[in-house]
């Protein structure tokens, strides 16, 4: 079992940056690949980036290559979303998630557990 608690978001400016922070709990973390969806106004859920549980491999969505980096602290049972060049179209509710597998998945429905969300609008 695996619980997790999103925070840093906040409003920024276009062109800012922020780091989103997911806690987890659990004995079980370190072995988990994470990653970050989001939820913009009106839209569905998109996958935004994941880690393996080692923090080797990580894969990002089209849109934020470049732009986000995701990490890890397995010490610290903690996971990283960094976020630069933010623009308006990153506005959305984002959201940790975490599988009990070693290797990132895109999909959703792959991801056991889930986080409550942490809110990011970015002003254009």
């Known amino acids: 079992q695996v619980q997790l608690v999103e925070s840093g978001g906040e409003l920024v400016q276009a062109g800012g940056s922020l780091r989103l922070s997911c806690a987890a709990s659990?004995?079980?973390?370190?072995?988990?690949?994470m990653g970050w969806f989001r939820q913009g106004p009106g839209k569905e859920s998109e996958f935004v980036a994941g880690?393996?549980?080692?923090?080797?491999?990580?894969l990002y969505a089209d849109s934020v290559k470049g732009r986000f980096t995701i990490s890890r602290d397995n010490a610290k049972n903690t996971v990283y979303l960094q976020m630069d060049s933010l623009k308006s179209e990153d506005t959305a509710v984002y959201f940790c998630?975490?599988?009990?597998?070693?290797?990132?998945?895109?999909?959703?429905?792959?991801?056991?557990?889930w986080g409550q969300g942490t809110q990011v609008t970015v002003s254009s």
């Open positions: 659990g004995r079980t973390f370190s072995n988990s690949a």
């Open positions: 880690i393996s549980w080692n923090g080797y491999s990580t």
């Open positions: 998630a975490a599988r009990s597998y070693r290797v990132v998945h895109t999909n959703p429905l792959m991801y056991e557990y």
